[in-house]
């Protein structure tokens, strides 16, 4: 990873600190040097694949389910239905083939 691309990422990571979603317009003006859209695209998806957004996704939903053990009970069975449901229905397509 070359050292702009690495410049780049940092500036995502202060803007994911403020609360910001980096985009490739808002990076582009935030650096300190001038900035291809491509370098930007590049600095973006690596810092999307990176940790923090991960602990982003998993902070909400933490915050999200409430009472944990009512609302993961309700949440697994939904998936569950759901599962049989596909299930189901890869059958059907698998009979009609």
């Known amino acids: 990873m ?3 691309i690495n410049q780049l990422i940092i500036i995502c990571q202060k803007m994911h600190e403020e609360g910001k979603t980096p985009s490739v317009g ?3 003006s935030k650096a300190p040097f001038k900035v291809s859209v491509t370098e930007a695209i590049d600095a973006i998806k690596r810092f999307n694949a990176s940790t923090p957004r991960a602990q982003t996704k998993n902070s909400q939903h933490d915050t999200q389910l409430g009472d944990d053990s009512v609302s993961l009970a309700t949440r697994v069975d939904a998936l569950e239905r759901e599962v049989e449901t596909l ?7 698998l009979r009609h083939r």
Do not use: P, Q
């Open 2 to 4: 070359n050292n702009t």
């Open 26 to 28: 808002i990076l582009r």
């Open 87 to 93: 299930k189901a229905s890869v059958a059907d397509l």
